[in-house]
C-alpha cells in the first residue's frame, strides 16, 4: 500500500472548515496566499510520498543503532533528510530574518501530518528543530540567533530539547542536572537526560541540545531552573563546527516502535552552555518549544490515523471473505457492516482530528498575527484537545486498522502493526494524555471558563445557521453544545482541582467530540447536497457524538469514588 498525501482534504479544511483566509488576510501573512499554500501543500506531499514513505517500513525492519559512541541512521534517511533541509521544510514557519518561509503554522501543521504519515520516525527530526527555532526567536540574545538560526532554519544542524531524567519523568522541577557558570558568559552544563528523539545523527553537522538545568542558587522545583544550548560541536570563530562538546549518548533506548528515530540517553559533563532566557527562567523558554511541539505531536498521532485508514481500506477493498449485503453478495470485506463501522470510524475521527489541530493552528497564527487576546486564549485552550484527541485518534484509528487486517494485522509483514506501536508513544510525550486534560481544566479554565464559553457560542449560532439545510443534524450539535456549556459551568464552580482532574480526560475527550461534530457539520454544509462529506458528518453526528453524554457524566462524577479504595486495598 504506497501513502497518499491528502492533499485535496488540507485544500477543503483550510477554505471551509479551519478558514485559513483570516490568516491571509492579515498584515503579518498577507503573502501565504491561496497559490502559495497549493503549492506549498502540493510539493510537500510529493516529498512525502517519493521520498519519505518507502522509508516507512525501512525504519522499522533497519533501526537507528549506536556504534561505538556513534549513532548510524536507518540505509535512506540521510538522504531524505538532505530533501527535507534543501526544500526549506524545516523551516516553513521560521522567520524570514534568518532564511525561514515566515509562513502560518497553519501551512506548517499540514506539512508536518504529511511528513507523519510518510515516515514517522524520520519527521520527528525537523519538529524537534521547528521547536527550537521558535523558542530561540523568541527567548536568545541576538549573538546566539546570528549563529544558530540559520544553521537551524536551513537543516545543516539539527535541535533537540531535553527535559527528562531518570528519576523525574513528568515532574520536571525534580530535575538534578546542574549549570555552573564558568565566568567567561557560558556555563558548565552536568547531568544526564532520558527519552531524548534524535539526540544525535549522521547526517547533520552539528547537533544542538536545549538543556534544562539548575544554577547554583536556583530555588528548588521548576521557578528555579534555567535553560542552555548545549551543542555537540562547540562553533569556532567563524561559526563553523570546532571541537566536540563534553557530552555524549550513553546508549539507545530500546522502544516498542519508532526503531528509526533514535532516542538517546544523554550525558553532560561539564559540556559547555549558553543561557537561553533569563536566569531560573528556563520553563518559560522551554514551554514556547513545547507548545510548538504538543500541536505537531496531535499532528503526528492525525497522520499515523490517516496512513492506517488508507492502508486498512487497501486491504478491505480487496479481501473477499463471507457473503457480503452488497455486491451480489461476493464483494469486498469492506460491504460487511462491521468493517464499514471501522472504517467509517476511522474516516470520521482522523476527519475530526485534523479540523480540531488545523482550527488551533489557525488561532495561533491569528495571535502572532494580530497579538488578540481572544485568539490567544483560543489557541491556548485548542492546544491541549489538538495534541490529547489527535494521538488519542492515532492509536484508535491504528488499533481498528489491525482489527480491519484481520489475523493479517497481527502479521508484521502487512505493516499494520507498525502503525500501532510507533504511534502509541504519542499519548506519552511532550506531556502525557492525562497533563494534556489536567492542564485543560485547570490552567485553561482559569479565566471562569470564558474562553471556552466564546468557543461554544461559536458552534450553537453555527449549528442555528445550518437548521436550515440540515435540521436533525444541526439540532443534535446544538443540544451537545448545551450539554458541555453545563458541563463547564460546573467544572468552574469546583474550587478543588482534584475533582476537576478527576474527571479530566472524558471532559477532555467530550470536548473534542463537540468540536469534531462542529467541523463535520462545516464540511456538509459547505458542501451541499448529499455528497460523501454530508454522509460522513451524518455518521459522526449519529454515531460518535453521542459518547458525549457518557463522558460528561464522567467528568462531573468527583474524586471521592477514585480515593474510595486504599492504597493497601487497590495493590491487593
Not at 485559513?20 to 491561496?34: K, M
Request: aromatic fraction near 6%.
Amino acid at each position: 500500500m504506497t501513502y497518499r498525501a491528502p492533499v485535496e482534504e488540507f485544500r477543503f479544511i483550510f477554505n471551509h472548515v479551519a478558514d485559513i483566509g483570516r490568516v491571509t488576510a492579515t498584515d503579518r501573512f498577507a503573502d501565504a496566499t491561496a497559490d502559495v499554500t497549493d503549492a506549498i501543500l502540493t510539493e510537500a506531499g510529493k516529498l512525502c510520498e517519493d521520498k519519505l514513505a518507502p522509508l516507512q517500513r525501512t525504519g522499522d525492519q533497519h533501526p537507528a543503532r549506536l556504534e561505538n559512541g556513534k549513532v548510524r541512521t536507518t540505509p535512506g534517511f540521510a538522504e531524505a533528510y538532505a530533501a527535507i533541509a534543501e526544500g526549506g521544510w524545516v523551516s516553513i514557519a521560521a522567520s524570514p530574518d534568518f532564511g525561514g518561509m515566515g509562513l502560518p503554522m497553519t501551512v506548517t501543521t499540514a506539512v508536518n501530518e504529511m511528513m507523519s504519515g510518510a515516515c514517522l520516525s524520520l519527521q520527528l527530526n525537523p519538529l524537534m528543530t521547528q521547536g527550537q527555532i521558535e523558542a530561540l526567536e523568541h527567548h536568545a540574545s541576538d549573538a546566539i540567533k546570528a549563529l544558530y538560526l540559520p544553521k537551524l532554519v536551513t537543516g545543516e544542524w539539527c535541535g533537540t530539547m531535553n527535559l527528562t531524567e531518570p528519576q523525574a519523568g513528568s515532574d520536571v522541577g525534580a530535575l538534578t542536572s546542574r549549570a555552573v557558570p564558568n565566568g567567561d558568559g557560558t556555563y558548565a552544563i552536568t547531568g544526564q537526560k532520558i527519552y531524548i528523539s534524535w539526540g544525535d545523527n549522521d547526517f547533520s553537522a552539528n547537533v544542538c541540545h536545549l538543556v534544562l538545568a539548575r544554577l547554583p542558587d536556583g530555588k528548588p522545583g521548576t521557578k528555579g531552573i534555567s535553560l542552555f544550548l548545549v551543542p555537540k560541536l562547540i562553533p569556532d570563530a567563524t561559526g563553523n563546527p570546532g571541537v566536540a562538546n563534553s557530552l555524549k549518548v550513553v546508549s539507545l533506548e530500546h522502544k516498542m516502535g519508532l526503531h528509526g528515530s533514535p532516542t538517546c540517553v544523554m550525558q553532560y559533563e561539564g559540556a559547555t552552555g549558553w543561557l537561553i532566557g533569563k536566569e531560573h527562567d528556563g520553563m518559560a523558554a522551554m514551554f514556547t518549544m513545547m507548545n510548538n511541539a504538543r500541536l505537531g505531536v496531535g499532528c503526528q498521532g492525525i497522520g499515523v490515523a490517516e496512513a492506517a485508514t488508507q492502508h486498512a481500506l487497501a486491504y478491505a477493498a480487496d479481501r473477499r471473505q463471507g457473503r457480503t449485503p452488497v455486491g451480489e453478495g461476493r464483494g469486498p470485506i469492506l460491504d460487511h457492516a462491521d468493517v464499514r463501522r471501522m472504517l467509517l470510524t476511522m474516516k470520521a475521527d482522523t476527519f475530526a482530528a485534523r479540523s480540531i489541530a488545523l482550527a488551533c493552528a489557525v488561532a495561533i497564527d491569528m495571535t502572532t498575527a494580530t497579538g488578540d487576546a481572544d485568539c490567544k486564549a483560543r489557541a491556548a485552550l485548542l492546544t491541549p484537545i489538538a495534541k490529547a484527541f489527535g494521538t488519542d485518534v492515532g492509536i484508535s484509528v491504528a488499533d481498528m486498522g489491525v482489527q480491519v487486517h484481520g489475523g493479517m494485522g497481527f502479521v508484521e509483514e502487512t505493516g499494520a502493526a507498525q502503525f500501532c506501536r510507533d504511534v502509541r508513544v504519542t499519548a506519552i510525550y511532550e506531556g502525557t494524555n492525562g497533563i494534556q486534560s489536567m492542564d485543560l481544566v485547570g490552567r485553561k479554565m482559569m479565566d471562569g471558563g470564558e474562553a471556552a464559553f466564546r468557543l461554544l457560542d461559536e458552534i450553537e449560532a453555527h449549528a442555528e445557521t445550518a437548521r436550515a439545510i440540515h435540521p436533525v443534524m444541526a439540532e443534535k450539535v446544538w443540544q451537545a453544545t448545551e450539554s458541555l456549556r453545563e458541563a463547564v459551568e460546573w467544572l468552574v464552580s469546583q474550587a478543588d482541582m482534584t475533582t476537576r482532574f478527576a474527571g479530566s480526560v472524558p471532559f477532555l475527550r467530550a470536548f473534542a467530540r463537540v468540536l469534531g461534530a462542529h467541523y463535520h457539520l462545516k464540511a456538509a454544509l459547505a458542501e451541499g447536497g448529499e455528497g460523501p462529506r454530508v454522509k460522513l458528518a451524518r455518521f459522526y453526528v449519529n454515531r460518535l457524538l453521542p459518547e458525549h453524554q457518557a463522558l460528561l457524566v464522567q467528568a462531573m462524577a468527583g474524586a471521592d469514588d477514585l480515593y474510595a479504595m486504599t492504597a493497601a486495598e487497590l495493590c491487593a
